[in-house]
């Protein structure tokens, strides 16, 4: 059974920094484009970055220069270093292979701006 778990959330200023970690125990991980998505309350989730297996790297326009994804495929593990943060940024955030697999979302780490 897949199973994501996020963590590294938590309630920060705008301006400062988080850095959100997600443990995938998910077999051949290491070939697995890896995705962060965040849910703001009464909005659709959306992708935020993407990371495939070879390092290459992509970001949504709202978070580029600001957000960097990174792995450690040893370790089955997917970052996500948030910069910058600003109160837009407020949402659940979550991780899961792209495209993402309904079977596979965690319960996400909550992430809060304050302005």
């Known amino acids: 059974q897949v199973r994501m778990v996020e963590s590294g959330g938590g309630l920060v200023q705008a301006g400062g920094s988080l850095r959100l970690s997600c443990q995938a125990s998910?077999?051949?991980?290491?070939?697995?484009?890896m995705g962060w998505y965040r849910q703001a309350p009464g909005k659709q989730r959306e992708l935020v970055a993407s990371i495939k297996s070879g390092g290459s790297t992509n970001y949504a326009d709202s978070v580029k220069g600001r957000f960097t994804i990174s792995r450690d495929n040893p370790k089955n593990t997917v970052y996500l270093q948030m910069n910058g943060l600003k109160p837009e940024d407020t949402a659940v955030y979550y991780c899961?292979?792209?495209?993402?697999?309904?079977?596979?979302w965690g319960q996400g780490t909550q992430v809060t701006v304050s302005s």
């Open positions: 899961n292979t792209f495209p993402a697999v309904n079977n596979n």
């Open positions: 998910i077999s051949i991980f290491a070939f697995k484009t």
